[in-house]
């Protein structure tokens, strides 16, 4: 059982450049999660998905867009890289109602922007 | 004030330390309660998750919660090397699981 699959785990890009981070789950969640963790800023979110076909913006979505491909993809987007976005992101997804509120996380993307 | 507070220490406890990580919160709303470990350059993986006020214990770890305080804790008894980590309390006020707020990590040194 894989639980939580991101790539890449490492990629360096220009400023301007674009990208794709995929995330995929296997536990048939319906909530996906895309986060960033920074040096003593925490875990923040950047966009979620309750469920297929629906997304919603988190604390910090500026710079960044997402596709809920179908119940196991959640992808993001930097579509012009900016060296602010120099992070660890993580894709996270988590059950709801009958199957449990706990958030189950990927192994992160490390991302340098330079 | 921030919605979660934690200290980030560092925290470091010679081996077979009780441990005491805290969290304290604002939002009376929060209903669901967890604890993460992360390991160095690796994702947070669940530790323990709780309902509401109460204890829950699990092996070596036990978590509590206080409503009443806003208070949340995990212990860890007979603490070992391995569980240098970073610690995360995180809670949710729904059961949808779409407000997740996380506390930002206490790291933890365990020394041998």
Redesign the interface.
Known sequence: NAGVTQTPKFQVLKTGQSMTLQCAQDMNHNSMYWYRQDPGMGLRLIYYSASEGTTDKGEVPNGYNVSRLNKREFSLRLESAAPSQTSVYFCASSGWGGQGTEAFFGQGTRLTVV | QKEVEQD?GPLSVPEGAIVSLNCTYSNSAFQ?F?W?RQYS??????LM?TYSSGNKEDGRFTAQVDKSSKYISLFIRDSQPSDSATY?C?M?D?????N?V????TRLSVLP
Do not use: H
């Not at chain 2, 350059?41 to 669940?46: F, I, S, T």
């Not at chain 2, 996380?102 to 990590?105: E, L, S």
């Open positions: 980030p669901y967890m993460y350059r690796k994702g947070p993986e669940l998750y995360l995180a949710s729904d059961n949808y699981g779409q997740f996380f506390g930002p990590g």
